[in-house]
């Protein structure tokens, strides 16, 4: 089966536009967690969804939002631009429910964010 | 907070060594602790899993152990390869329900294997 796809690969943006990063989960997977990966720093939690709900999101701005479609592939949107927004950044699916597969995850390679 | 560190922050070792890679966190309450290995323009990639109750898992070359008293835990590689320079992440699962958006990440520790 596929792997869990990000696109694009890389995207270069100026301060103040606005992004949008795409996610196609492992086939038959509903749940889906975006991470940034900034330099330097761990992965932190972004957002998650689930059967087409927010489910949950991290300590971030409202400017990063997103959505999850009826075919369970997501949309990572970041509004209004800053520099510090430069990062990678990854989508995962849980291999399975509960306890042991829910944090199991299986990650995309990534879309590399770069705003100038 | 939940926090977890790493230690070194970067490695290098001649290929055919060995080394380990250190994890100590503060995270509770303590569920499971997971090592993923992430390749440069790659995502993380599961190695293994700790529980609670474990205190050794091997995966190959890769080995793991947990002090869940003192909340370390280390990932030995042994007979390194030109393909184990990578970023090893240590990753703590927080609760009983798992989920991950209940995992706090590490900053990675950076290995370079050279000839």
């Known amino acids: 089966e596929a792997g869990v796809t990000q696109s694009p690969t890389h995207l270069i943006k100026t301060r103040g536009q606005q992004a949008t990063l795409r996610c196609s989960p492992i086939?038959?997977?509903?749940?889906v967690y975006w991470y940034q990966q900034a330099l330097g720093l761990g992965l932190q939690f972004l957002l998650w969804?689930?059967?087409?709900?927010?489910?949950n999101r991290g300590n971030f701005p409202p400017r990063f939002s997103g959505r999850q479609f009826p075919n369970y592939s997501s949309e990572l949107n970041v509004n209004a631009l800053e520099l510090e927004d430069s990062a990678l950044y990854l989508c995962?699916?849980?291999?399975?429910?509960?306890?042991?597969?829910?944090?199991?995850?299986?990650f995309g390679a990534g879309s590399r964010l770069t705003v100038l | 907070k939940n926090q977890v560190e790493q230690s070194p922050q970067s490695l290098i070792i001649l290929e055919g060594k060995n080394c380990t890679l250190q994890?100590?966190?503060?995270?509770?309450?303590?569920?499971?602790l997971r090592w993923y290995k992430q390749d440069t323009g790659r995502g993380p990639v599961s190695l293994t899993i700790?529980?609670?109750?474990?205190n050794t898992k091997s995966n190959g070359r890769y080995t793991a152990t947990l002090d869940a008293d003192t909340k370390q835990s280390s990932l030995h590689i042994t007979a390194s390869q030109l393909s184990d320079s990578a970023s090893y992440i240590c990753?703590?699962?927080?609760?009983?329900?798992?989920?991950?958006?209940?995992?706090?990440f590490g900053t990675g520790t950076q290995l370079k294997v050279e000839l």
């Open positions: 995962a699916t849980p291999q399975g429910r509960g306890l042991s597969g829910a944090n199991v995850l299986t």
């Open positions: 086939s038959g997977h509903t749940s």
């Open positions: 969804y689930d059967e087409g709900e927010e489910r």
């Open positions: 994890c100590n966190y503060t995270v509770s309450p303590f569920s499971n």
């Open positions: 700790m529980t609670f109750s474990e």
């Open positions: 990753v703590v699962s927080a609760g009983l329900t798992g989920g991950g958006n209940k995992l706090t």
